[in-house]
């Protein structure tokens, strides 16, 4: 079964920092990438991914997809303490099952 | 109002008891999602299920029992709780055309 890598486990930066947030997933059924935001609660959605170089942008955050070499990064500018969150990279896989698995998460603190 | 809840919340059961956590979605999205979320290990998929009376295995299915009825119910039962299924549970579901999975709160399980 495919593998989900996120880097770094944590993170702690200061209001203002800007910060990059890694993915690498394996590519047996590749479908496409999503990106999730999870504060105390459910994890919500930011972006999917299923083109190489396109970058998906939302306010500060902004995400792109290399399928040539199997990673993904969220980018997210002048973060606020707002921003705190797990944030959670999965590749959907399994045909036409909408089949999602997920990294362990990356767990960012921004401190004001 | 539309969306996907989950029911318990919070339950705090003993070893070897049945328990069983509800979801309900009111979209008549054909995609439903069981997930355990433990520190360490992410989200992982449990049982997944493409329509009423269609489900199967995820990732780490045994211990569990799913069942749908209808459409917009997906239970999930433990059918003799054990200490190792402590944790938070989340239930998802997809359209069939969309790779984006919308989660409902969660329900904190804890096994004594």
């Known amino acids: 079964e495919d593998k989900v890598v996120q880097s770094p486990l944590s993170l702690v930066v200061h209001e203002g920092d800007t910060v990059t947030l890694n993915c690498s997933y394996e590519v047996t059924n590749f479908r496409s990438l999503l990106w999730y935001k999870q504060e105390k609660k459910a994890p919500t959605f930011l972006f999917m991914l299923?083109?190489?170089?396109i970058e998906k942008k939302s306010g500060r955050l902004s995400s792109i997809l290399d399928k040539k070499e199997l990673f993904s990064i969220l980018n997210i500018t002048a973060t606020q303490t707002g921003d705190s969150a797990i944030y959670l990279c999965a590749e959907s896989y399994g045909g036409a099952t909408n089949k999602l698995i997920f990294g362990t998460g990356t767990l960012l603190a921004v401190q004001p | 109002d539309a969306g996907i809840t989950q029911s318990p919340r919070y339950k705090i059961t003993e070893t070897g008891r049945q328990v069983t956590l509800m979801c309900h979605q009111t979209?008549?999205?054909?995609?439903m999602f069981w997930y355990r979320q433990d520190l360490g290990h992410g989200l992982r998929l449990i049982y997944y299920s493409a329509a009423a009376d269609i489900t199967d295995k995820g990732e780490v299915p045994d211990g569990y029992v799913v069942s749908r009825s209808k459409t917009e119910n997906f239970p999930l039962t433990l059918e003799s709780a054990t200490r190792s299924q402590t944790s938070v549970y989340f239930c998802?579901?997809?359209?069939?055309?969309?790779?984006?999975?919308?989660f409902g709160p969660g329900t904190r399980l804890t096994v004594l």
């Open positions: 979209w008549s999205h054909s995609y």
């Open positions: 998802a579901s997809s359209d069939p055309n969309l790779d984006e999975q919308f």
């Open positions: 299923t083109s190489s170089g």
